[in-house]
């Protein structure tokens, strides 16, 4: 069975970074074809894709926040982290880790983990 | 970037109802649609995927259609536990993916 579940601060302050850890296990993030990425949903708002990681280390971000974002994996750890750097209260959402499997550049994410909330308020 | 238009945002419907939700990508984005539910305080159920394909579990009562830009979700007889919002989302454009804004189906 596979399970992905996020953990990291519930609050930051503004111009702060923020770490997010997406802790998986049911498969290994080595196998081809297997992709994490990070999607958020500010409070009452639409999905919106932030940054993958696949099998072979490629890292793709959204191009509105590239420059903030910094993806990696521990296959190791079964671990998947998400950096977001200078936060600010536009941010504040509950962040969410899928797997993309199969083909991951033509798959849908499936599954989700549960979130987690993050503030941004000083 | 494949913008996706949702419509309606929301409706109401009762019990028993057929109802169907659309999603427009703004360029053709051949089957590569995935539909999801959300339920407040969860994170999105996979439904649908390769815009026609029920995700194993998922029950009969829902359907996808559609390819290029114009696609639907259909509910052929809305139940209770179907109370939730829809997103629609293409991963034709990789490494670029995008949602719709969704529709959220309340009970009349």
């Known amino acids: 069975q596979v399970t992905l579940r996020e953990s990291g601060p519930a609050l930051v302050k503004p111009t702060q970074t923020l770490t997010l850890t997406c802790t998986f296990s049911g498969f290994s993030l080595s196998t081809s074809g297997m992709c994490v990425s990070w999607i958020r949903q500010p409070p009452g708002k639409a999905l919106e894709w932030l940054a993958l990681i696949d099998w072979d280390d490629d890292k793709y971000y959204s191009t509105s926040l590239k420059t903030r974002l910094t993806i990696s994996k521990d296959t190791s750890k079964n671990q998947v982290v998400l950096t977001m750097t200078n936060m600010d209260p536009v941010d504040t959402a509950t962040y969410y880790c899928?797997?993309?499997?199969?083909?991951?550049?033509?798959?849908?994410?499936?599954?989700w983990g549960q979130g987690t909330l993050v503030t941004v308020s000083s | 970037a494949i913008r996706m238009t949702q419509s309606p945002s929301s409706f109401s419907a009762s019990t028993g109802d057929r109802v169907t939700i659309t999603c427009r990508a703004s360029q053709g984005i051949s089957s590569y649609l995935a539909w999801y539910q959300q339920k407040p305080g969860k994170a999105p159920k996979l439904l649908i995927y390769a815009a026609s394909t029920l995700q194993s579990g998922v029950p009969s009562r829902f359907s996808g259609s559609g390819s290029g830009t114009d696609f639907t979700l259909t509910i052929s007889c809305l139940q209770s536990e179907d109370f939730a919002t829809y997103y629609c989302?293409?991963?034709?454009?990789?490494?670029?993916?995008?949602f719709g804004q969704g529709t959220k189906v309340e009970i009349k």
């Open positions: 899928a797997l993309l499997s199969g083909s991951c550049y033509s798959s849908p994410f499936d599954p």
């Open positions: 989302q293409q991963y034709y454009s990789y490494p670029t993916w995008t």
